[in-house]
């Protein structure tokens, strides 16, 4: 006959996990805590989404804006950030580019412009620009010089100097020059002359200063 204290050490003792186990269990709880509170973190952000406009491919400069560019997306950005309204989508159909649209971003009101790129009494060049002779910290829409060198067959001929500002950044000109094209706006007058030059020196002169409708008149 055994005793109570035999009948004691021979019933089951269940399972009991080792401590590194228990510890383990106890990581796998919070890191499901965290990833369920992250989840209603994100879907309470949802709810402050707001419709705003997005470009769908690379639209260039002085490129007039179409239906097809544009989109609308839900975003969750700050009140200081100049977003246009995703309602505003078909009011800015037929303005204009004032500088580059990456396929991708969203739309400011500082990168569209109601009138064509081009202003009256200019006109658009393209120029040939050895590669590595751009200065540094060129863009859309900044003044430059364009320096014509002086005309070597021609007697007492000086170095012309033509103000503009750029149309659109440089494309290779996939040639065996190694040279890039340079789209460059300019007083119409000026135009031939640019267009004949064949070494055009480019000078960053105002990189701050954004064009104005006087610079063209």
Same mark, same amino acid.
């Given at each position: 006959m055994t005793n109570s204290g035999e009948a004691n050490q021979q019933e089951p003792r269940g399972f009991q996990p080792s401590k590194r186990r228990? +510890?383990? =269990?106890?990581?796998?709880?919070?890191?499901?805590a965290i990833a369920i509170?992250?989840?209603i973190f994100v879907y309470s952000q949802l709810n402050d989404a707001e419709p705003a406009i997005q470009v769908v491919r690379d639209v260039p400069a002085g490129e007039q804006i179409a239906s097809d560019m544009l989109r609308t997306v839900k975003v969750d950005a700050d009140s200081s950030v +100049?977003? =246009?309204?995703?309602?505003?989508?078909?009011?800015?159909?037929g303005s204009y580019a004032k500088v580059r649209l990456v396929s991708g971003s969203l739309v400011t009101?500082?990168?569209?412009?109601?009138s064509p790129l081009v202003r009256s009494g200019n006109a658009v060049v393209a120029i040939q620009i050895p590669e590595g002779a751009l200065p540094v910290g060129l863009r859309e829409q900044v003044l430059i010089e364009l320096v014509l060198p002086p005309d070597r067959s021609a007697t007492n001929s000086t170095m012309t100097v033509i103000p503009g500002w750029v149309v659109a950044l440089p494309t290779p000109s996939n040639n065996a020059l190694g040279t890039q094209s340079l789209s460059v706006e300019v007083a119409a007058v000026d135009a031939a002359t640019v267009a004949a030059a064949d070494d055009v020196r480019v000078v960053l002169s105002e990189p701050l200063r954004e064009p104005t409708a006087e610079d063209g008149s």
């Open positions: 228990r +510890n383990r =269990i106890a990581a796998g709880v919070a890191l499901a509170g992250g989840n +100049n977003l =246009i309204d995703g309602d505003e989508l078909e009011n800015i159909v009101w500082e990168e569209l412009q109601s």
